[in-house]
């Protein structure tokens, strides 16, 4: 009974199964989770069960020995008592809810919670149970029911124990958790248990369809193959308009696939099966189709009708436009299937490609349109007919000849022809037509109107496809310009021919290699070839080679413009003489390709204009020669100046290959070679016998030219030579032409000479009187340089200067001779200007004007009084040049010829003026200096006394700045020195009591060691550590090393408040080598080494010297100055560097004293170092204030100044600077020892 209500309230009718395929769960480890579970709780039984609806089994066990029966009806009791708790829990929560054994569409909602009964015999319902009342019973039991997920409970998680107790939650956890993992091995074994049941009905299913399509894919081929076999475009639609097969026929003409088009529209493929004409559309891509009987309905997906009612069609023919672009002309027709309720299934479509068929009605319709547009006449005649009438004529035709289509039709073209009409071009033209051939005529026919035309016929054959005869067709092409051109060109011929043959010109053809094509009858006359005998013969073979270039330049030309060209060249006769020709050529050239086929040459002899241009241009060359060499010659210079201009003038002349132009050089009388271009002649030196007894010697490489001297001879003096080397020889009027050439060349030379020579003495002359005027201002030996050297260059017997003296504007004025240079063999000269006889010159002095007297005798420039003056003293020639200065003085410098006439050049005039404006100048600068003298004077008087004074505020100021400098210096040293000598002397005096204190315990201790010799370990241990010895030793030392040291910083102390006494104002006697030591105390910094070089060497030889009187602050200013510039010097010096100071007492030569008082004892202090030295030119202003050599921002050129001052002025002594004997730079003070006497 429990096993029966057990199954029908916890298992559904899919667990009827479980029994048979629970031994399909061998995969999970049952016994793995038994013995987990007994070991967590620590039990020992645990078991797992499985139940249906018909019987409860053991699938698991641990700890069982005995029957198992018993236990599983236990476990099937707490399984009954678990239902009822649980349907008694849900009947208190729901009132309406009942469980009954025979309500089958009822469940329990089982509890996954177990089942926990610590202790049996606590419990009365166990009571009767076989295994609790039995000894060793079950006293323990924790059950989990086994529940899918489909809320099933199929088995029980059992744990047992003989003992009563309680799980941890812990451990009731680990059950669940353990629990749960059976439940999840259960339920994945169910689903595939469940899914491999599924797929074994799904393979029965498959292979039964499997046996269904198999059949339908044996038709589908059947119908596909037939498809696909058939000639036509067969596309199957469903209701849609998409593609459902598209059959091989369709792939080879559209270019898709079938797998592309597959359930696709045509909209999609962008291709329109509409009829072309139709302005109508379907939605995509529907196909119109009419039916025998339209379907019911059918809709496209958007509820479009696929096939309209309205539109009715058979068929129709549309474009299709394969993917790379090609063009199809198909027409359609089409067939529907349909469902059992009427509706359209699909819709096939079936075309044909009527491609061929549209291009050959298109390109009739092209052949038709190009006919009737020719602009020649066609006609197609019927040949089968009688007569051949004309069935077609094109509006071409009508034009052409002025019938009308309607009045031709019919009829033969016989009808436009007239009596005049050629009778051979109709015979041909006949044959042809009997002949079935093509042929083509020229026939003079007439119009409607009467007027004739030229008509050019073209006549061919047309036949069927079997080759049979049907029609001829004929084209007719006005051609009557061109015949009238024609005649016209045949008459021009005709002229051009007669011309041709009387011309006296060459008219020639060649082609475009310059083979002669024709040539005119002139070539007889021109060139003694028939005419015959150069056609065939290249032009080119018979032009002269220097010429051949040029010509074939001129045919590139030709060849690359459209210009005609003319050219003169040399050509070669029957005779093999050359005469010049001259062609006009123009090219002929080819329409299409626009090269030259021919040239057409017009030439004629020019041989005698040649000959008279060749002599008229030899003219000109000469007369340009001339030219350029005259240009030459007056565009001045030297001598090879103007012969290298004259050079290349000559040597541009086509007939000279060489000139050269020597000068004579009368010195060694020899000719020099001045200029020289081309080939190089008389390349040894010529002497002037060679040039005037015609025997020049010529070198062996002249010997193939010709060579032309022309002496160069001036007024029968030899000046130079020219020499030509030709390669022809000259003419006569060449000859002519270089010979004048050569007398220019002699003058220009000559010119030149006397120009140079006349050149070097003005050049000499204004030279000597400009070093007169810079060696001396003074008037007198300027004047008496400039006459004599006057009358030597010019060689005049006298020249003089005068002064012209005009005081007073109503006396009359003066003249006075002040220097003159006399010809020594002339007895007396001219020596006074009496100004009542010679009005004129003082006229002319006045007014500036020159007065040039060639001639006294006749003369017309001179009044009569003034020239007979002058013929009375016996001058032949007089010149005057006036001059006058800044300052308004007037003069002249007056040259006299006696005993002959001296004509005055133009050049030894401009020379005259030149020493002339010279002496105005000397004179005005004379004056000047002397006037800028006095003002010199006068502002070097002002100014030295000015310097003066400004030097000595200057000197004040700067010694000023330094001593306040140094008293500032002196009063910080002298504070340093104070708050440093306190602390020394409290050092200094318990060094004392430090020694003594330090003695007494060194004695004290070894007073100890001696009395008690051995001393205690630890006694030992201290001495040893401390070093006793050593310490013992070492302290006295260290002691007098600290007194040392305590002695030097007194003696520093001591130093600088020695040298700190600069602003003592009194004198008083000092130490000498006490204010040196303190001055080399501060500066020992200075002395020492620094980096890698070495320090300074200070030497010191004091001597014996009392105390001096003098301010000792002042003088310690002195030391620091020339012991400082000493190390500067020294700063760049290699070793060894060397100070050295030595003192010294200075006893006075009382023999060589020649004052009143004896001289004073003095101390020398000197101070040399080794360095560089000192200039000779700078020891001069060494002690000039604000000189110095150091660097700018180094020294302020005060130092030795002050110190000069300081030493002369303030003690009365001497301060100089000096090279010794060991080359060392010296600088000595002497001061006296006592001074008050002195000053007394």
Partial sequence: MNARFLGQTMFSPEGNNLSQVIHRFAEIPFDDLTHLASHLAQTPIALITFMDVSHQWLKSQVGLTEKIHPYLNFCEFIIYLQCQFQSLREDQEDPDHSLTPNSSNSTLKLSPEPIIIPDTWDDQRFSSQPLVKQDHGIRFYLGIPLITTDNLMVGMLSIMDYQPRKLSPETIKALQALNNQIISQINLHRQLIHSKTKLSQLEDIINERKQVWEVVRQERDFVCAVLDTVSALVIVLDPDGRIIRFNRTCEQLTGYSAE???????????????????????????????????????????????????????????????????????????????????LVKYVIATGIDITERRQSEVRMELLERAITESPSGIVISDFAATDCPIIYCNPAFEKLTGYSQEEVLGRNCRMLQGEDTDPKELARLRDA??????????????????????????????????????????????????????????????????????????????????????????????????????????????????????????????????????????????????????????????????????????????????????????????????????????????????????????????????????????????????????????????????????????????????????????????????????????????????????????VGIDRVKAREELQSRREGLLFRLASQIRDSLDIDTILGT????????????????????????NQQPSFAVTHESLNPDLSNGLQDYPPEQIPLLAEKIRMAQTIKIDNIHTTKALDESTCRFLQATGIFSFLLLPLETRSGQRGAVVCNHYGEYRPWRDSEVELVRAVVDQLAIAIDQAELYAQTRAAALAAQT??????????????????LIQSEKMSSLGQMVAGVAHEINNPVNFIYGNLTYAKEYTQDILELLELYQEIYPIATPALQAKAEEIELEFLSEDLPKILSSMEMGADRIRQIVVSLRSFSRLDEAEMKPVNIHDGIDSTLLILQNRLKPKGSSGGIELIKEYGKLPKVECYAGQLNQVFMNLIGNAIDALDNQSEPRIIKITTEIIHPNLKEHKGKLPPLEQVRITIRDNGPGIEDKVKNRLFDPFFTTKPVGKGTGLGLSISYKIVVEQHLGEILCYRDQDNFTAFQVSIPIFQKEQNQ
């Fill in 260 to 342: 592309e088009v597959e359930g696709k529209t045509f909209d999609e493929l962008g291709v329109n099966l509409l009829p072309l004409d139709s302005g109508s559309s379907t939605a995509s891509g529907a196909m119109m189709i009419e039916f025998d009987e339209p379907p019911k309905s059918v809709k496209t997906q958007n509820s479009v009708p696929l096939i309209p009612n309205q539109t009715r069609l058979n068929a129709w023919e549309t474009e299709w436009v394969k993917p790379n672009g090609q063009r199809h002309w198909i027409t359609w027709s089409n067939t529907a299937l349909f469902q059992a309720n009427g």
């Fill in 786 to 809: 400039a006459v004599s050297e006057i009358r030597a260059l010019l060689q005049v017997d006298q020249c003089h200067f005068l002064w012209y003296m005009h005081i007073q504007p």
């Fill in 942 to 959: 002002q100014a030295f006394h000015l310097s003066e004074a400004l030097q000595d505020l200057k000197q004040k100021e700067s010694q």
């Fill in 433 to 746: 037509i009997a002949q079935n051939t093509d042929c083509s005529v020229t026939l003079k026919n007439y119009r409607k109107d009467g007027n004739y035309f030229w008509n050019e016929l073209s006549i061919s054959p047309v036949r069927d496809r079997e080759g049979s005869l049907t029609h001829f067709i004929g084209i007719q092409t006005d051609i009557t310009q061109r015949k009238q051109s024609e005649d016209a060109l045949r008459e021009s011929e005709a002229r051009y021919r007669l011309l041709a043959d009387h011309a006296t010109d060459l008219i020639s053809r060649h082609s475009n290699d310059g083979t002669y094509l024709y040539a005119s009858p002139a070539s007889q006359q021109l060139l003694g070839y028939q005419p015959e005998e150069l056609i065939g013969k290249s032009v080119y073979d018979l032009i002269h080679t220097e010429d051949l270039a040029g010509t074939q330049e001129k045919y590139l030309l030709l060849r690359n413009s459209q210009d005609i060209y003319t050219l003169s060249y040399r050509i070669r006769c029957h005779n093999g003489e050359y005469i010049w020709f001259e062609s006009t050529c123009h090219g002929l050239r080819n329409q299409n390709s626009q090269d030259i086929d021919e040239i057409i040459a017009v030439s004629r002899n020019i041989t005698e204009r040649k000959q008279a241009e060749t002599l008229l241009l030899e003219r000109s060359r000469l007369s340009q020669l001339e030219a350029e060499v005259g240009t030459a010659l007056g565009h001045g210079g030297s001598i090879a100046t103007i012969l290298g201009r004259c050079i290349q003038a000559i040597a541009q002349y086509p007939d000279v290959a060489g000139v050269g132009i020597w000068t004579l050089n009368l010195n060694s009388n020899q000719l020099e070679l001045q200029a020289n271009a081309g080939l190089t002649v008389h390349e040894h030196n010529i002497t002037e016998t060679d040039v005037l007894t015609c025997s020049i010697p010529y070198p062996l490489p002249l010997m193939k030219n010709l060579t032309f001297d022309f002496p160069l001879v001036v007024e029968g003096r030899l000046v130079g030579l020219m020499a030509i080397c030709s390669h022809f020889t000259l003419n006569d009027e060449a000859r002519g032409v270089l010979g004048w050439v050569a007398n220019a060349l002699a």
